[in-house]
């Protein structure tokens, strides 16, 4: 049974159109995936068929729930959200009220679509947490969104998603910033909810290989038009446009690189130990690792295992920290605050959550120059021209130094992330999940910059990631991180290709094939 359709969408900022013109048909019990690249106009679908797009811009088509006509943006479409259409958002964090208990969110949702009484809402919030399958769900009801990890707050906004009991669940990258085995548990939630309650599922992403796993249709979007459609199955065995084979091809596991001949250390961490205030255990147990000049070293962990907070205690970012960290034989742990600021100037950070990361209320050529003005390098001419040569190494035009963050897609926001953190010229770059909010195609020309800088200006690089794949085209050694602890270490050749650890292997058969 069709349950939504939508015919001839067509979406307008100003003379400017950005999508379409678009089709869409949404059955009982089927997964549709809407694919392409950041930009490309998938989460406008989205927001297009809640009725959430942004005032400045004009939709137009025929909306169809059922057999009864709704007009886009109209009262009836608002209706239409939490009851028919249920929405788990990309980012968990920023949707959930972090000053709210995950209880009190969702009783005044079930308080509102579905007129429950108090106690009743309560049981009900209770058990759908119970549906999602989250630990404890009486105790997590008094927990605040912060307290949980990321496969967890996602759990949270699917039951959100539920608690009206929709026809249509619209889940828009629900998996872009986790591990794949969490990634997997996640969509194996979504696919099972699909089958048992009926749900049109409509699967937004990026990520090919998993799309391939759950979707029994596919719609590859480019620049705001479709390219390809049909059976998943159809579209994956024998894709007909060259986009879709370009996509399908920046997926696969990039090559090796070549071992990185000695060099000299240039950070080094020893007996690394961090306990966060009243956590059970240690985040960091006596982890060592060092990094040469010139070579990539990979930190590839589930969410939880300790590598952001490894990243972070070599960065000097944490209090509390135990041990040693050196870097080019300056003990970072031992600086006062002006010898630490000025040794920033030869690190660059790139932080997992470009929202977060990019102040609002700049424009991006503010943002891209913010290490130049604190490092006082060049007048506000010089940086500007600095600004737009590093856009452009990171695949953005110059013509986007006037316009702010909002005005992005995240993928684009992490390329501006990636400029900034190149502003200083850099001998170390620290990326924490740089790639994780990026389509394949934008993934694999990140990915290939930063081997390029690699080998252009001896660049070491330490790329904390949950992405094999990303890990495999840019590191020669992969240190794997499980419970806080590094429990295997090589050259990336030998440990991805014939792993000794069990955590490792499991690793590896989390990611599902392209």
Partial sequence: MTVLQLADLQIDAGARRLLGPLALQLQAGECVGLVGESGSGKSLTALALLGLLPAELRAQGRLQHEDRDVALSSRAHAALRGRVLGWVPQDPLASLHPLRTVGAQLVETLRALRRLPREAAWRDAEALLARVQLPEPAAALQRYPHQFSGGQRQRIAIALALAARPQVLIAD???SALDARIARDILDLLDALRREEGLALLLISHDLPLVGAYAQRLLVLR???????????EVFAAPRHAYTCELL????????????????VLLQGEALRVRYPRAPRDALAGVSIELRRGEGLALVGESGSGKSTLGRALLRLLRGVHGCVRFDGVDLLTLD????????????????????SLDPRLRVAEIVAEPLRIHGRGDAAARRAKAA??????????????RYPHQFSGGQRQRIAIARALATDPDLLVCDEAVSALDAHHRAAILALLVQLKR??????????????????????IAVLEAGQVVETGATAQVLRAPQHAHTRALLAARPAA
């Fill in 223 to 233: 620049r705001g038009g479709v390219v390809e459609q049909g059976a998943t199955r």
């Fill in 337 to 356: 605050r002006a010898r630490l600021r000025a040794l920033r100037a030869r690190i660059g950070v790139v932080f997992q959550d470009p929202y977060a």
């Fill in 456 to 477: 252009e200006r001896g660049l070491a690089l330490l790329f904390v990631t949950h992405d094999l794949a990303a890990a495999a085209a840019v590191a020669e050694r």
């Fill in 249 to 264: 091809a920046a997926d696969r596991l990039a090559p090796l690189p070549d071992a990185t001949a000695d060099a000299p």
């Fill in 389 to 402: 040569e590093l856009l452009q190494a990171v695949g953005l035009e110059a013509s986007m130094l006037d």
């Fill in 173 to 175: 990258e629900p998996t």
